[in-house]
């Protein structure tokens, strides 16, 4: 590729990228305050993504001296102040001595025991270096040869071009001191049907901060990680809060030093912290197309026009992002565990974030320990929810949160539309509190408590939603602000103790109750 064609295909991807709103929908959508910018759909993204990357020298894990040995097992057995191990699946051979294992509840306090083989015993039975601090059984185990320093090795010599690894299963054990290097402009491309074995995490619920497999340094850019399947050592998996590992992340000290980072077509499976995590400020990192089950979180990602598309999580930790100018289009969430299914904030300092856009999710089933599906709040303003289906809500959950949180940064003036949110049991639909200018169009929420909830919401307004909760419809608190413009209350029950006023194109039943002069 020529260097003017070069020029122009990154020009034009920048370009793409950094829109605010991305439309994938076949059916045109109501024109709202936000959506006024050009669109793309999920595959041309792609597309200018590898166009950038097209070009680039393959260089081969496998000539700088890595192994593909990696095993799992998830029938092991081992005795506190024992060093033998044993397992059902008949997987060992003498070869494994001298490598790395890893047992999950082993240590104490059931933590992860990171050891090595130290002797073959049988098909069934090896002996560990170190002693089995607690007594287990039917427990996941990871062992193989450690690759960090073949690996590193191989990313040195990819720097600026393409590190291919190959089909087959390696290990890498990482700790705060151990962990890959990153360089910038450089492709990690995995071949399908590979895996990449990730151990060293003690599993302490924050005890592994800056425990990562690959670390994104300051100021790295144009980073492509394609097709990666990265697995960790937390199987059978447990909800560990908030532990700080990952297996790709950076911090990015200063504004934009991580930019131009994206992650597709990738899987990420028992992890017991963050699968990618941007914790700075960060410019354009991209998640599309990945797959995300049973990791703690899947993605949080800090970073001003970034996209967030058509990844998939499964009983995961799900989404955590924020950032100006994103978008967080079809993605697909199943009974997810996370404190929200979808967390979302733009800047928690000014000034703040603004003209990010949840549009097209599907959040199902979030599992009993989720707040709730989306929240929106610290700094989420100028934004817009939209197209999105939650159902199966059940417990003290709430669909949509807007909600300031005391921080600087304001969640004022978003655009709240046509979301669908069925319920079941003690399930609110959405709660506007201590922001301004909320907009609420054409949505349609039934759920077992409030459909609507007001509470501190100045120049709240509601146009042609239905709303249908069993105990009230609507409830404006005392300091809530509402003005309802062809709105359908199913149930006719509303308590106003603020300031609400009804438009007479407002469709309610006779049926109603009202407890405020003000209601007019």
Known sequence: MNRLLVVAVVFLSTMVVSRCVWSIDSSPAPQLATE????????????????????????????????????????????ARSTTLGCTNQDFKAADVGKVISIKGAAADQRQLITVIAGYIDPEHVALRDES???????????????????????????GQRLVFPLGAFLVKVSTKAQLEVPSDTVIFQEKGGALYMVGVSGTPSGDAGVRLFHLPENTHDVLFDGLYCKGENSPYTVIPMNQSECIGGIGFHPESLRDITVMHSSFENLYGFSVHDAGTGMRIDAIANYFSHTSKGLNINADYSVQMYNHFEEDGGMESGGAHSVYDRN??????????????????????????????????????????????NGFSEGEISGNTITGLSGAQIGIVMIDNGYPASADNNVIARNTIIGAGSSKGVYVANVKGTKLIGNKVEVGLVALLVSGGNNTESTSNSWSGKFQDIYVKGTGNLRVHGDWLANGVFVAAGDVTFAPDSQLPERRRVSSTQVR
Not at 48 to 68: C, P, Q, S, T, W
């Open 36 to 79: 006024s910018r050009p669109t793309a759909d999920a595959s041309a993204v792609e597309r200018l993504i590898e166009a950038r990357f097209a070009g680039r020298k393959h260089f081969n894990v496998m000539k700088y001296g890595a192994k593909r040995d990696a095993k799992s097992d998830d029938s092991c057995t081992v005795a």
């Open 133 to 159: 601090a607690e007594n287990v059984s039917r427990t996941g185990i990871i062992w193989g040869t450690d690759n960090l320093t073949a690996f590193q090795s191989a990313l040195n010599a990819a720097a």
């Open 332 to 377: 697909i969430f199943r009974r997810c565990s996370g404190q929200y299914t979808l967390s979302l904030g733009g800047r928690t300092g000014s000034p703040a974030g603004t003209g990010t856009v949840a549009r097209g999710n599907d959040i199902e089933n979030p599992a009993p320990r989720a707040l709730g599906a989306i929240a929106a709040s």
